[in-house]
């Protein structure tokens, strides 16, 4: 387990340095942003909606090499994806995060994130940016503060 540990850690810090979709996508028609005082994170994330598909999505940000990666990861694992099923993913993405469930082949790439369930005060590090995108979904152009929930 521990080779797979370094390679999810390598993954992560990968994401972390060359972050896929930074920036805000042409055509973008949503943003929504999040704030993880705890942590200092920062993020704004950008959406375009093609009938109920998230046709592109991109986010801008500073943070920690957590929330930057799983901001990264997410935005390759949401595109293409209906709101429903964004919604769906995420449930089983925090599930995992927060330990409750283990990584199903649902969650591809995002597993590599897995690791996060030991470090309990992570947790929002790995799900601001998650919660940002549902607020952007939901057309609620605001700032999410993920003091209020996980
Ligand atoms: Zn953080």
Redesign the pocket.
């Known amino acids: 387990m521990s080779e797979l540990r370094d390679l999810y850690q390598a993954m992560i810090l990968d994401h972390y340095k060359k972050p896929r979709n930074y920036g805000r996508p042409a055509g973008a028609d949503r943003s929504a942003e999040g704030a993880?005082p705890l942590?200092?994170?920062r993020v704004q994330v950008f959406a375009r909606l093609e009938g109920d598909q998230l046709a592109a999505v991109g986010f801008e940000g500073s943070?920690?090499a957590?929330?930057t990666a799983a901001a990264s990861l997410m935005t390759q694992a949401v595109k293409g994806k209906s709101r429903a099923e964004v919604e769906t993913l995420f449930d089983r993405y925090h599930e995992m995060v927060t330990g409750k469930a283990k990584p199903d082949a649902s969650l591809g790439k995002l597993e590599v994130l897995a690791g996060v369930r030991e470090f309990p005060a992570?947790v929002?590090?790995a799900t601001l940016v998650w919660h940002a995108l549902l607020a952007a979904l939901a057309g609620r152009d605001e700032i999410v503060s993920t003091e209020v929930s996980e």
Do not use: A, E, M, P
């Open positions: 993880n942590c200092g994170d943070g920690c957590i929330s992570r929002k590090c």
